[in-house]
């Protein structure tokens, strides 16, 4: 067992109902299981909180229950934004708000014991652990979505703002760490989400489900939120090219979202409504999965996507459109899953066409998806963590005494050879 | 045991008091914790060894000092000493004027751990200090694109390049067990050093992570041995470790990795001593070029065909001892725009470097420089040598005369020869003084010579504009090229030459340009003032332009004319300028505004509704935009460059709109304004909602094309095909036009009725030397296609080998070869008897006219060329390549469709009695894509939207319009009932 220490958790929220928070959760308390003393820390509260069960083993603290100031910081660029009486006076508000919940942070930290370690899972919050004193303890920051979802938004320039000072700053795989270490941030390392799946499926000592999904029912899955990013107008675009719906196969797709009387629409208009089920957001990922044979993942964007974690340990085929390395990351295509080109659907039509026709190639791309999630074990993860944590703190070794020191360099003086 | 640190960083120091502390500093403040730092000063006559003890005493633990006490003279002994004397797991180098980035021990450890590499290695970057705010320059970048792991350097020859021995760390055990040292003794250590540990290594691993900063500062005086180029000594020391490394590798029946090493000892290492051999006295010249052409002789002949082209020129001259020619080869290829230094030579149908002179085998294939091009590339693209044989002052008059090659003759004899030698900024190339040369063709060169009164031709500001350079701008036939004088072996003395000039600003800034010759050997010149008034004025203003202060003002400066030039012509502004203001001055009534292509040519269906109005006497006011030049642009309308403020203000005022692509995104068209949109062909590849990157894009794109596609008024369509992919594709909601394509009247009616197009087809046929000898026209059109890297192919080959055509097929046929119009042929010159590029071209329906035949693939062109009813053929070499279309092809082709090469010229020869057996698919083909191409396309359009009035008047126009929005007898409104 490694020595225990105290880990800070930094989200922007840590109440929201989103991926990074059950990430958040769910990282805090394995760690909290490794017997280190972890605390979850929200710089402010979600706009809707989601009712999370406390989970006794680590602490959360929120800095600001409600933020009013400007999200971001004002940058002045023209002579004529530089005079912005009313800017300047809201940042004022702004920094001091920041300096504040900062301030908070460091009372937290000051209580740390040395090893302590701050994980700042977003770049809005690093701000905040910026500001704050972190003497002592070590600043991991982290990036979790693709290089390229970064480069197209603000969190790019952010990033390379915030998260060049920290002592290690993790994307979600090796290419994406490798794209922010060509774009100038040496301290890139990637940290893969460990396997989540919901709370009490796992058996007591495994780390996977007990069971794999039969694979037997003809349905076709896709679990997420309706909205654009996610891309199920195409996959509706490809059912509708697909074989499958011929031949009695449904396509289940669970989730909610602003898209969703769009998609109704778009299957009604092209005539499959008939093997299209919208079944809404789901609690109960595991029957999902486990009714289903195939899962496809039509998203244009993604991170390290939670959903092909769970299909693929309920030992489900994916079919997705490769674009984002944590997607790759993932599917070996043609081993795990198939992998076609973003935005593609005659590819994605004839790639589900494929699994749906051979119940072999199912079955093989099932279980050894099954085999290959187990690199993402939570413990295998863990060690992971906890080999970077020794990194950072390591020291050189307790130093000779001097007076061998000084006997060894007269030695040295001599010539060599 | 002891517990070893992790790491160990062994700092090797001479003389370097100052920036020791810095170095260690950055060893000492890695973000991994366990680094241990071993300072060995090679017996430094300065403080060294004093600073070094003092930060061991400083960081009792993790810095220890070793002094050697005879200096070394090189950096393999401390580099030594270090190693023995440290204990970390993993060893890595830094010299005391670098830095190590903060987390490269911790990115070298972890990436090392996580590998089981003995040698892991990381990105160097050489910083320029001297140059402004830090220039960084990555070394070899393209080897640390991403993260690798290589089982052995056969994996990746490539590393080779990577002779630094400091970007990396190493396992102890490793350089231990395989008993890696530094030689000692010799220069260039770290090249014999890298290239051992890289063979015995077991596996390698790099990561793209920056983790050591290279400081380049340019300083008088004492250089770093790297730089001492210049000693000769240095060069045979750099030999002496080509030669062990070269035993090291027969030692080991490594072959093949020679053969990698001797062709980046050709790339690089050679190249960047020839490029410096310009400015060396005669003496090093001569033994440089002994001492090389004696190594050269050693290698095995294979590496002229492993090394770049050039280079290989280069080493060969070097070996055959054609001094001008391997230097002319090592130069070209340097800075933005290569000049061409050597003779060429046609010879065989192929292009040699260096002269008409017989060549043995290996001479032909290493000198063949085919490929480049320099036989059809146009000639603003060529920049041959010029070469100044007279440079005088003589009063206030200056004289300025020289040579320029004419390579490969490609200046003809009898053509109109215009010169002018400009004297421009540096700082500015648009501030010029020009003056008339007189040029004139003198053996195999063009001679050209200029008196010019320089006081009164070139006005310098003063202070702001400190160096001038002098280009001589040379047109042949209206075919412009642009060369740089330069000195060269018949040049007089070109340094110091003094022109007098009168600054603007005040003659404290001097009072004459001093020409001298740059480190290229261009000939430049420097703003100079003789007086004592004016140096200590000059002096005076160069230390304010050096302050901190001053430094920051010119920033400003630059910076506000910058914000302002671009405020003023960005398009941004034209548009919002554009939707605001222009498009409220009153329409022009009859004006149309007429684009091709983006305004690349003057072709496609805009130009044949142009010449129906022309022709008909319609009383319109034609304006053509055009991107670049004007060339080939009717003279009888007016020509507006593509962006420009007439350019917006003729789109804000025009009546009509016509083009067959788009124009640009963020106009709002008036209601006034009628927008023909004629599209340029129908669609086999998906189109605009349907193509694969607008599915996977972002809103953006989409919201683009919606805000392009929702201007249209009227969508021309062939048949129920376009309305069903085409339109549908864009997502047009505007009338779809049933008339055809003007374009294709031609081909469906024929020249005879049309004096002025068959004109042009007997022009076109003229210029391609076709028609006297009864030999078939066959075109080849392939589509535009990616790479396998999903870039776009630039480089059209042609499938049939062109000496095969030649022989096989030459007698009966003539190869036309039309890229794709973003891409280039290659053609060698032997195929010129077969095959001709028509890429230049700008209009493809005369093309279609005069071949008898077509070869395409997926091309829209098919469905244009079916109109004539004459043989097509279809070949499809990779179909996987191109994706899917909106039809099978090899369902419903007109023709043959061929896979390889051979099956292409079997096809090629059968064409006449395989026409037809197609005759009936090709009709087929024509009901289905081409239903409204009857020939009367242009009339009807014309007819529809500039109705013949009898007098001239504002009704009419409206009258125009409101048949457009009624419909007409030939229009369908399809348009919003079809698309979902």
Same mark, same amino acid.
């Given at each position: 067992?490694?020595?225990?220490?105290?880990?800070?958790?930094?989200?922007?929220?840590? /109440?929201?109902?989103?991926?990074?928070?059950?990430?958040?959760?769910?990282?805090?308390?394995?760690?909290?299981?490794?017997?280190?003393?972890?605390?979850?820390?929200?710089?402010?509260?979600?706009?809707?909180?989601?009712?999370?069960?406390?989970?006794?083993?680590?602490?959360?603290?929120?800095?600001?229950?409600?933020?009013?100031?400007?999200?971001?910081?004002?940058?002045?660029?023209?002579?004529?934004?530089?005079?912005?009486?009313?800017?300047?006076?809201?940042?004022?508000?702004?920094?001091?708000?920041?300096?504040?919940?900062?301030?908070?942070?460091?009372?937290?930290?000051?209580?740390?014991?040395?090893?302590?370690?701050?994980?700042?899972?977003?770049?809005?919050?690093?701000?905040?652990?910026?500001?704050?004193?972190?003497?002592?303890?070590?600043?991991?920051?982290?990036?979790?979505?693709?290089?390229?979802?970064?480069?197209?938004?603000?969190?790019?320039?952010?990033?390379?703002?915030?998260?060049?000072?920290?002592?290690?700053?993790?994307?979600?795989?090796?290419?994406?760490? /490798?794209?922010?270490?060509?774009?100038?941030?040496?301290?890139?390392?990637?940290?893969?989400?460990?396997?989540?799946?919901?709370?009490?499926?796992?058996?007591?000592?495994?780390?996977?489900?007990?069971?794999?999904?039969?694979?037997?029912?003809?349905?076709?899955?896709?679990?997420?939120?309706?909205?654009?990013?996610?891309?199920?107008?195409?996959?509706?675009?490809?059912?509708?090219?697909?074989?499958?719906?011929?031949?009695?196969?449904?396509?289940?797709?669970?989730?909610?979202?602003?898209?969703?009387?769009?998609?109704?629409?778009?299957?009604?208009?092209?005539?499959?409504?008939?093997?299209?089920?919208?079944?809404?957001?789901?609690?109960?990922?595991?029957?999902?999965?486990?009714?289903?044979?195939?899962?496809?993942?039509?998203?244009?964007?993604?991170?390290?996507?939670?959903?092909?974690?769970?299909?693929?340990?309920?030992?489900?085929?994916?079919?997705?459109?490769?674009?984002?390395?944590?997607?790759?990351?993932?599917?070996?295509?043609?081993?795990?899953?198939?992998?076609?080109?973003?935005?593609?659907?005659?590819?994605?039509?004839?790639?589900?066409?494929?699994?749906?026709? /051979?119940?072999?190639?199912?079955?093989?791309?099932?279980?050894?998806?099954?085999?290959?999630?187990?690199?993402?074990?939570?413990?295998?993860?863990?060690?992971?963590?906890?080999?970077?944590?020794?990194?950072?703190?390591?020291?050189?070794?307790?130093?000779?005494?001097?007076?061998?020191?000084?006997?060894?360099?007269?030695?040295?003086?001599?010539?060599?050879? | 045991?002891?517990?070893?640190?992790?790491?160990?960083?062994?700092?090797?120091?001479?003389?370097?008091?100052?920036?020791?502390?810095?170095?260690?500093?950055?060893?000492?403040?890695?973000?991994?914790?366990?680094?241990?730092?071993?300072?060995?000063?090679?017996?430094?006559?300065?403080?060294?060894?004093?600073?070094?003890?003092?930060?061991?005493?400083?960081?009792?633990?993790?810095?220890?000092?070793?002094?050697?006490?005879?200096?070394?003279?090189?950096?393999?002994?401390?580099?030594?000493?270090?190693?023995?004397?440290?204990?970390?797991?993993?060893?890595?180098?830094?010299?005391?004027?670098?830095?190590?980035?903060?987390?490269?021990?911790?990115?070298?450890?972890?990436?090392?751990?996580?590998?089981?590499?003995?040698?892991?290695?990381?990105?160097?970057?050489?910083?320029?200090?001297?140059?402004?705010?830090?220039?960084?320059?990555?070394?070899?970048?393209?080897?640390?694109? $991403?993260?690798?792991?290589?089982?052995?350097?056969?994996?990746?020859?490539?590393?080779?390049?990577?002779?630094?021995?400091?970007?990396?760390?190493?396992?102890?055990?490793?350089?231990?067990?395989?008993?890696?040292?530094?030689?000692?003794?010799?220069?260039?250590?770290?090249?014999?050093?890298?290239?051992?540990?890289?063979?015995?290594?077991?596996?390698?691993?790099?990561?793209?992570?920056?983790?050591?900063?290279?400081?380049?500062?340019?300083?008088?005086?004492?250089?770093?041995?790297?730089?001492?180029?210049?000693?000769?000594?240095?060069?045979?020391?750099?030999?002496?470790? +080509?030669? $062990?490394?070269?035993?090291?590798?027969?030692?080991?029946?490594?072959?093949?990795?020679?053969?990698?090493?001797?062709?980046?000892?050709?790339?690089?290492?050679?190249?960047?001593?020839?490029?410096?051999?310009?400015?060396?006295?005669?003496?090093?010249?001569?033994?440089?070029?002994?001492?090389?052409?004696?190594?050269?002789?050693?290698?095995?002949?294979?590496?002229?065909?492993?090394?770049?082209?050039?280079?290989?020129?280069?080493?060969?001259?070097?070996?055959?001892?054609?001094?001008?020619?391997?230097?002319?080869?090592?130069?070209?290829? $340097?800075?933005?725009?290569?000049?061409?230094?050597?003779?060429?030579?046609?010879?065989?149908?192929?292009?040699?470097?260096?002269?008409?002179?017989?060549?043995?085998?290996?001479?032909?294939?290493?000198?063949?420089?085919?490929?480049?091009?320099?036989?059809?590339?146009?000639?603003?693209?060529?920049?041959?040598?010029?070469?100044?044989?007279?440079?005088?002052?003589?009063?206030?008059?200056?004289?300025?005369?020289?040579?320029?090659?004419?390579?490969?003759?490609?200046?003809?004899?009898?053509?109109?020869? $215009?010169?002018?030698?400009?004297?421009?900024?540096?700082?500015?190339?648009?501030?010029?003084?020009?003056?008339?040369?007189?040029?004139?063709?003198?053996?195999?060169?063009?001679?050209?010579?200029?008196?010019?009164?320089?006081?009164?031709?070139?006005?310098?500001?003063?202070?702001?504009?400190?160096?001038?350079?002098?280009?001589?701008?040379?047109?042949?036939?209206?075919?412009?090229?642009?060369?740089?004088?330069?000195?060269?072996?018949?040049?007089?003395?070109?340094?110091?030459?003094?022109?007098?000039?009168?600054?603007?600003?005040?003659?404290?800034?001097?009072?004459?340009?001093?020409?001298?010759?740059?480190?290229?050997?261009?000939?430049?010149?420097?703003?100079?003032?003789?007086?004592?008034?004016?140096?200590?004025?000059?002096?005076?203003?160069?230390?304010?332009?050096?302050?901190?202060?001053?430094?920051?003002?010119?920033?400003?400066?630059?910076?506000?004319?910058?914000?302002?030039?671009?405020?003023?012509?960005?398009?941004?502004?034209?548009?919002?300028?554009?939707?605001?203001?222009?498009?409220?001055?009153?329409?022009?009534?009859?004006?149309?505004?007429?684009?091709?292509?983006?305004?690349?040519?003057?072709?496609?269906?805009?130009?044949?509704?142009?010449?129906?109005?022309?022709?008909?006497?319609?009383?319109?006011?034609?304006?053509?935009?055009?991107?670049?030049?004007?060339?080939?642009?009717?003279?009888?309308?007016?020509?507006?460059?593509?962006?420009?403020?007439?350019?917006?203000?003729?789109?804000?005022?025009?009546?009509?709109?016509?083009?067959?692509?788009?124009?640009?995104?963020?106009?709002?068209?008036?209601?006034?304004?009628?927008?023909?949109?004629?599209?340029?062909?129908?669609?086999?590849?998906?189109?605009?909602?349907?193509?694969?990157?607008?599915?996977?894009?972002?809103?953006?794109?989409?919201?683009?094309?919606?805000?392009?596609?929702?201007?249209?008024?009227?969508?021309?369509?062939?048949?129920? +095909?376009?309305?069903?992919?085409?339109?549908?594709?864009?997502?047009?909601?505007?009338?779809?036009?049933?008339?055809?394509?003007?374009?294709?009247?031609?081909?469906?009616?024929?020249?005879?009725?049309?004096?002025?197009?068959?004109?042009?087809?007997?022009?076109?046929?003229?210029?391609?030397?076709?028609?006297?000898?009864?030999?078939?026209?066959?075109?080849?059109?392939?589509?535009?296609?990616?790479?396998?890297?999903?870039?776009?192919?630039?480089?059209?080959?042609?499938?049939?080998?062109?000496?095969?055509?030649?022989?096989?097929?030459?007698?009966?046929?003539?190869?036309?070869?039309?890229?794709?119009?973003?891409?280039?042929?290659?053609?060698?010159?032997?195929?010129?008897?077969?095959?001709?590029?028509?890429?230049?071209?700008?209009?493809?329906?005369?093309?279609?006219?005069?071949?008898?035949?077509?070869?395409?693939?997926?091309?829209?062109?098919?469905?244009?060329?079916?109109?004539?009813?004459?043989?097509?053929?279809?070949?499809?070499?990779?179909?996987?390549?191109?994706?899917?279309?909106?039809?099978?092809?090899?369902?419903?082709?007109?023709?043959?469709?061929?896979?390889?090469?051979?099956?292409?010229?079997?096809?090629?020869?059968?064409?006449?009695?395989?026409?037809?057996?197609?005759?009936?698919?090709?009709?087929?083909?024509?009901?289905?894509?081409?239903?409204?191409?009857?020939?009367?396309?242009?009339?009807?359009?014309?007819?529809?939207?500039?109705?013949?009035?009898?007098?001239?008047?504002?009704?009419?126009?409206?009258?125009?319009?409101?048949?457009?929005?009624?419909?007409?007898?030939?229009?369908?409104?399809?348009?919003?009932?079809?698309?979902?």
């Amino acid at each position: 067992m490694p020595e225990p220490r105290d880990v800070f958790i930094v989200c922007n929220n840590i /109440d929201g109902m989103g991926g990074l928070q059950r990430w958040a959760r769910h990282i805090a308390g394995l760690f909290a299981a490794r017997g280190h003393r972890v605390t979850l820390v929200g710089v402010t509260r979600a706009p809707e909180p989601h009712p999370y069960e406390p989970d006794g083993s680590f602490t959360e603290v929120v800095l600001h229950d409600e933020w009013r100031p400007p999200a971001l910081a004002w940058r002045a660029g023209t002579l004529r934004k530089r005079l912005n009486v009313a800017a300047r006076g809201r940042d004022l508000w702004r920094t001091a708000g920041v300096r504040r919940g900062a301030g908070r942070l460091s009372e937290l930290f000051a209580r740390a014991e040395p090893g302590a370690v701050v994980i700042v899972a977003q770049v809005w919050a690093m701000e905040w652990v910026r500001s704050a004193d972190t003497t002592g303890l070590k600043v991991v920051g982290m990036s979790h979505e693709s290089y390229a979802a970064s480069r197209s938004s603000s969190r790019h320039r952010r990033v390379k703002e915030h998260f060049t000072g920290a002592d290690r700053f993790l994307a979600l795989t090796a290419e994406d760490a /490798d794209a922010w270490a060509r774009a100038g941030m040496t301290n890139a390392d990637h940290m893969p989400n460990p396997l989540h799946v919901a709370p009490g499926f796992l058996a007591p000592g495994s780390v996977t489900p007990g069971a794999a999904a039969p694979l037997g029912s003809p349905v076709v899955a896709s679990v997420g939120r309706l909205s654009r990013e996610k891309g199920n107008e195409l996959l509706l675009e490809a059912w509708e090219r697909a074989d499958a719906r011929h031949r009695g196969w449904s396509l289940h797709v669970y989730g909610g979202g602003p898209q969703e009387d769009e998609l109704r629409a778009q299957a009604d208009a092209a005539g499959i409504a008939g093997s299209v089920e919208f079944r809404g957001v789901t609690s109960d990922v595991e029957a999902a999965l486990t009714g289903a044979s195939v899962f496809a993942l039509p998203s244009r964007a993604e991170g390290f996507p939670m959903s092909v974690l769970e299909s693929m340990a309920f030992g489900l085929p994916t079919v997705a459109f490769d674009c984002a390395p944590g997607v790759r990351e993932l599917l070996d295509d043609g081993e795990t899953g198939l992998l076609v080109r973003p935005g593609d659907t005659a590819a994605f039509a004839a790639a589900l066409d494929r699994l749906v026709d /051979d119940a072999e190639l199912r079955r093989r791309m099932g279980a050894a998806a099954r085999g290959s999630v187990q690199r993402f074990r939570p413990d295998r993860v863990l060690d992971r963590w906890e080999r970077l944590f020794s990194l950072l703190h390591s020291d050189v070794p307790p130093q000779r005494s001097p007076a061998g020191g000084e006997a060894e360099a007269s030695r040295i003086a001599r010539p060599v050879q | 045991m002891r517990a070893r640190p992790d790491v160990s960083v062994v700092v090797i120091a001479y003389n370097d008091e100052r920036r020791l502390p810095r170095a260690v500093g950055s060893a000492l403040g890695q973000s991994l914790g366990g680094v241990e730092v071993v300072v060995v000063d090679d017996a430094s006559t300065d403080g060294t060894g004093d600073v070094a003890e003092r930060l061991a005493a400083e960081h009792p633990g993790r810095v220890r000092a070793e002094r050697l006490p005879v200096n070394s003279g090189g950096c393999g002994r401390p580099r030594n000493v270090g190693v023995e004397r440290s204990s970390g797991r993993y060893v890595m180098f830094l010299d005391s004027d670098d830095l190590l980035d903060r987390h490269a021990c911790l990115n070298l450890l972890s990436a090392a751990e996580e590998t089981g590499a003995d040698l892991v290695s990381g990105l160097c970057a050489r910083v320029h200090l001297d140059r402004g705010s830090g220039r960084v320059r990555p070394w070899y970048p393209w080897l640390y694109e $991403r993260r690798a792991v290589y089982g052995s350097l056969r994996d990746n020859p490539d590393m080779l390049y990577d002779t630094l021995s400091t970007n990396k760390a190493y396992r102890r055990g490793f350089l231990e067990g395989r008993g890696l040292r530094f030689v000692e003794r010799l220069h260039y250590e770290d090249l014999l050093f890298t290239a051992e540990a890289y063979l015995a290594a077991d596996r390698t691993a790099v990561i793209p992570h920056r983790v050591y900063n290279w400081l380049v500062e340019r300083r008088e005086g004492a250089q770093s041995i790297s730089n001492r180029r210049a000693e000769l000594a240095n060069f045979a020391d750099r030999l002496e470790i +080509h030669r $062990r490394i070269d035993g090291l590798f027969a030692e080991r029946g490594a072959g093949e990795l020679k053969l990698a090493k001797d062709a980046k000892f050709v790339n690089h290492d050679l190249l960047l001593y020839l490029r410096e051999l310009r400015n060396r006295d005669p003496e090093y010249r001569d033994g440089f070029l002994d001492l090389a052409a004696g190594y050269l002789a050693e290698l095995d002949p294979r590496v002229y065909e492993a090394a770049n082209p050039m280079p290989a020129i280069a080493a060969y001259l070097v070996r055959e001892g054609d001094r001008e020619g391997a230097l002319a080869a090592a130069e070209y290829g $340097r800075g933005r725009r290569p000049e061409i230094r050597a003779a060429l030579a046609e010879r065989g149908g192929r292009i040699y470097w260096g002269g008409a002179r017989p060549l043995e085998p290996v001479g032909r294939r290493v000198l063949d420089v085919t490929g480049f091009g320099f036989h059809r590339r146009p000639l603003a693209e060529l920049r041959p040598a010029n070469t100044v044989t007279e440079l005088e002052a003589r009063g206030r008059r200056a004289r300025v005369a020289g040579r320029v090659l004419n390579p490969l003759g490609r200046v003809a004899e009898g053509a109109e020869l $215009r010169g002018t030698v400009e004297f421009y900024d540096r700082r500015r190339p648009s501030r010029s003084g020009a003056v008339r040369a007189d040029v004139a063709h003198e053996g195999d060169r063009l001679a050209w010579s200029a008196d010019l009164d320089p006081a009164r031709r070139i006005r310098p500001l003063g202070f702001a504009d400190p160096v001038w350079d002098l280009r001589v701008r040379i047109s042949a036939d209206g075919q412009e090229m642009v060369t740089r004088p330069s000195e060269g072996p018949e040049s007089p003395g070109l340094d110091g030459v003094v022109l007098p000039v009168r600054p603007r600003l005040t003659r404290l800034a001097g009072d004459g340009l001093r020409s001298y010759v740059t480190e290229a050997g261009h000939v430049a010149f420097r703003l100079e003032g003789r007086r004592p008034l004016s140096r200590l004025a000059q002096a005076a203003v160069h230390r304010a332009a050096r302050s901190r202060a001053g430094r920051s003002a010119w920033r400003r400066v630059r910076r506000a004319r910058h914000t302002a030039r671009r405020a003023l012509t960005s398009r941004g502004t034209k548009v919002m300028l554009f939707n605001r203001v222009l498009t409220r001055l009153p329409v022009r009534t009859g004006s149309v505004v007429f684009e091709s292509h983006l305004g690349t040519r003057y072709a496609d269906n805009p130009k044949y509704i142009h010449r129906e109005l022309r022709r008909s006497g319609r009383p319109v006011r034609a304006i053509w935009s055009y991107a670049a030049s004007p060339k080939g642009f009717p003279k009888d309308a007016e020509l507006v460059r593509r962006g420009s403020w007439a350019y917006y203000l003729a789109l804000a005022r025009a009546e009509f709109w016509i083009d067959n692509q788009g124009f640009p995104d963020g106009l709002r068209k008036r209601r006034a304004t009628t927008y023909l949109q004629t599209w340029h062909g129908s669609a086999f590849k998906p189109m605009g909602y349907d193509q694969q990157h607008l599915k996977e894009g972002a809103e953006g794109e989409r919201a683009r094309l919606r805000r392009m596609v929702d201007r249209y008024d009227c969508f021309l369509v062939r048949s129920d +095909h376009d309305v069903g992919t085409l339109a549908r594709g864009l997502g047009v909601r505007s009338e779809l036009l049933a008339a055809g394509y003007p374009r294709n009247d031609p081909l469906v009616n024929g020249v005879d009725g049309d004096p002025e197009l068959a004109a042009e087809v007997d022009e076109l046929r003229r210029t391609l030397r076709l028609g006297d000898d009864g030999r078939r026209a066959v075109l080849y059109a392939p589509t535009f296609r990616r790479g396998p890297d999903g870039r776009p192919v630039r480089e059209t080959q042609v499938p049939i080998d062109p000496e095969r055509f030649a022989r096989e097929l030459g007698r009966d046929l003539v190869l036309l070869v039309r890229p794709h119009y973003l891409c280039g042929a290659d053609l060698p010159p032997s195929a010129r008897c077969a095959i001709r590029d028509v890429g230049a071209v700008p209009d493809v329906t005369p093309l279609l006219l005069i071949a008898d035949a077509l070869i395409t693939d997926h091309s829209s062109i098919m469905f244009d060329y079916a109109l004539l009813d004459r043989p097509m053929l279809f070949h499809l070499p990779d179909e996987e390549a191109f994706g899917t279309g909106y039809f099978d092809l090899t369902a419903h082709a007109p023709g043959p469709i061929t896979r390889t090469e051979g099956e292409l010229v079997t096809a090629l020869s059968r064409l006449e009695a395989d026409a037809p057996a197609h005759a009936a698919r090709r009709r087929a083909f024509v009901a289905r894509f081409g239903e409204h191409d009857r020939g009367t396309a242009a009339r009807t359009i014309v007819d529809r939207y500039f109705p013949e009035r009898p007098a001239r008047g504002h009704g009419r126009a409206a009258g125009g319009r409101r048949r457009a929005r009624d419909g007409g007898t030939e229009s369908r409104r399809t348009g919003r009932a079809r698309t979902p």
